[in-house]
């Protein structure tokens, strides 16, 4: 998606940045769906009273789990719930427009603004001239008082505005040369486990897998 932007020669590419915090843990889930995110192992009533807790449950009830009243990272759909929800909320704010929308499903926006959401990452790419007032800043207001609104954190330490250089969605972008490619820390990881193998002479499939 990222390499069908092209930038002119008197462009630059702006990128605005949010990461949401605990973003699982703050839905609400139906009890029928909490029943389903049990955890081991069973607890007896004497080790549920020593919590401090009282379940409202059916008299002469001894054993019982504990189950998460919200969206479990690896329930069934869970991916896709919080990845709708975190749509919706953009949408609604106006900061995520159709026009605008980054999809591996579809060919790149035209641009200027091109935006995207996966999970809990919302990213803003501007191609930015200098006589042309940029777009996504107000985009990038409005979604961070949405997600006050429903009581959604972005995580201060990963919020980026009008930045340059990022990387995001596991590539690298700078926006100022429009290079787009692999993080330098990951191909040199990667790089000294190939070393490694070349001096070992041999290799299995399973080893290169």
Not at 25 to 44: G, Q, S, Y
Not at 115 to 124: E, L, Q
Not at 151 to 175: C, F, M, R
Request: net charge negative; glycine share 6%.
């Amino acid at each position: 998606m990222i390499l069908e932007i092209f930038l002119a020669p008197e462009e630059c590419l702006q990128i605005s940045a949010s990461d949401l915090r605990d973003m699982y843990h703050v839905f609400v889930v139906p009890p029928d769906r909490a029943k389903r995110n049990t955890f081991m192992p069973e607890l007896h009533i004497d080790e549920v009273a020593a919590l401090g807790v009282e379940p409202a449950a059916p008299s002469g009830t001894t054993r019982f789990v504990a189950a998460l009243n919200t969206q479990s990272m690896g329930d069934h759909n869970g991916v896709e719930f919080a990845q709708a929800a975190h749509l919706a909320v953009a949408a609604r704010c106006g900061a995520l427009r159709r026009e605008d929308l980054l999809s591996n499903s579809a060919p790149a926006p035209r641009g200027p603004l091109y935006s995207g959401i996966m999970i809990d990452d919302f990213i803003a790419l501007e191609r930015v001239r200098p006589d042309a007032p940029p777009q996504a800043p107000d985009r990038f207001k409005d979604l961070l008082a949405a997600y006050s609104d429903v009581n959604l954190t972005a995580h201060p330490g990963k919020l980026e505005q009008q930045a340059t250089q990022s990387t995001k969605w596991g590539v690298h972008i700078d926006g100022v040369t429009g290079y787009v490619r692999t993080p330098l820390e990951r191909a040199l990881f990667l790089a000294s486990l190939t070393a490694e193998v070349v001096k070992l002479g041999v290799s299995t499939a399973a080893l290169l897998e």
